[in-house]
């Protein structure tokens, strides 16, 4: 796969997965999940001992022709150059952990040799206050919010959604100020609470995230389905899009101006569902 299919594949993500590096057994599960992309994780998920056998697992793995994006161990540590030279090899996409330095976001892409699209994790004070440099990073595909580690550093609960408001917001500007798609929300630990999850994910959307980092299979469908555009949503997309076709620069749908801001929003409403996608690039009333 090339790092373009890479790029588009982590842009319109919704599910990704983390698996522990260390756990190969769990590799072709997590790939045959219905996750949108696996996150072999050798960071957080895995025991200082255990860390050169993760990578070395996660490698032949990716050498039998599989693709999974990889967390490497954030640069500065003991494993991260070696962790980036194995992904490096496998032209895999990269997500960085404790992103906090657009040079030092660089220098991975340099010395990933340009193979390797890019997911900076921000995590930490330092990366939240500079997240539009991280996300303006070349290379850089798409961010994603790391809550617990953020949370830990604030000295806050990290499913607490008040306390971390201001960093989920700010980092959904810094995205859209570099050019870049929304970001990846971050996890939900208490993995068989659906009330919980229910409510991140209702959170997050509301915030601007179009997608969340998930941490066990039985996440996915609700995360998959908790950020894909709703009935009515789509319903009002298409009216607005109906409308706009009609040649009018600006006029109004159910009594509310619609103009340019608001068609472009309904086109991409549009353009993030699968099923409507190729209908819609057809023409009008293609999708029924």
């Not at 810094?174 to 996890?187: F, H, I, K, Q």
């Not at 997050?204 to 998930?214: E, P, S, V, W």
Request: proline content about 6%; glycine content about 10%.
């Amino acid at each position: 796969m090339s790092m373009s299919r890479d790029s588009d594949r982590i842009a319109t993500a919704r599910n990704p997965l983390f698996v522990p590096g260390h756990r190969p057994d769990r590799f072709d599960k997590a790939l045959g999940s219905g996750a949108d992309l696996v996150i072999i994780d050798l960071e957080d998920a895995v025991a200082a001992a255990d860390k050169d056998r993760a990578r070395d697992e996660a490698s032949a793995w990716l050498g039998r022709s599989n693709r999974a994006c990889v967390r490497i161990n954030p640069p500065g540590t003991p494993w991260s150059e070696a962790d980036l030279d194995m992904a490096a090899a496998h032209g895999c996409p990269v997500m960085v952990p404790k992103a906090e330095d657009a040079a030092v976001l660089a220098d991975v892409v340099v010395r990933a040799e340009g193979r390797c699209a890019l997911i900076p994790l921000i995590e930490t004070a330092l990366g939240v206050e500079r997240a539009h440099e991280l996300c303006a990073t070349s290379g850089a595909v798409r961010a994603a919010f790391g809550n617990v580690d953020l949370a830990g550093q604030l000295g806050v609960a990290h499913d607490d959604h008040a306390a971390l408001a201001y960093a989920r917001s700010r980092l959904v500007l810094a995205s859209a100020a570099a050019g870049m798609g929304p970001p990846l929300d971050g996890v939900t630990t208490a993995v068989r609470d659906t009330g919980a999850l229910t409510a991140d994910i209702a959170h997050a959307r509301r915030l601007g995230f179009t997608g969340k980092l998930c941490v066990h299979p039985s996440q996915l469908r609700p995360v998959a389905d908790g950020f894909a555009p709703s009935g009515a949503e789509l319903r009002w997309a298409r009216a607005v899009l109906d409308a706009g076709e009609a040649g009018e620069a600006v006029t109004t749908v159910d009594g509310r101006m619609v103009d340019k801001p608001v068609l472009d929003r309904a086109r991409r409403m549009l353009a993030s569902h699968p099923t409507i996608r190729a209908a819609l690039n057809r023409g009008p009333g293609a999708t029924g």
